[in-house]
């Protein structure tokens, strides 16, 4: 039942993450997180549930890091509202 928990929490996160574009931001992270929720649920299938809960833990975390990680990026990318609009010049 727990394994179960954590493949829903990762898959959850794992969208967060998509939506802040971890996989470009925070690739790492992002690769970590979904190698981890492979892991998981194959230990899953195999019945094997204390390492599925070991695998999914650790993929709830690195899928929440790249999540957090491809938002503080794409924050220092984007220009700041006291920033003068950039005009090309002809």
Excluded: H
């Amino acid at each position: 039942m727990q394994s179960t928990a954590y493949l829903i929490d990762t898959e959850t996160m794992l969208e967060a993450a998509r939506t802040a574009q971890a996989d470009k931001l925070a690739p790492y992270e992002w690769t970590a997180a979904n190698l981890y929720f492979a892991k998981s649920k194959e230990e899953v299938g195999y019945s094997d549930f204390e390492q599925a809960v070991d695998y999914g833990k650790k993929a709830v975390e690195f899928a929440t890091r790249a999540r957090d990680t491809a938002l503080k990026v794409g924050r220092r990318n984007e220009p700041l509202p006291s920033d003068p609009p950039v005009v090309p010049t002809p």
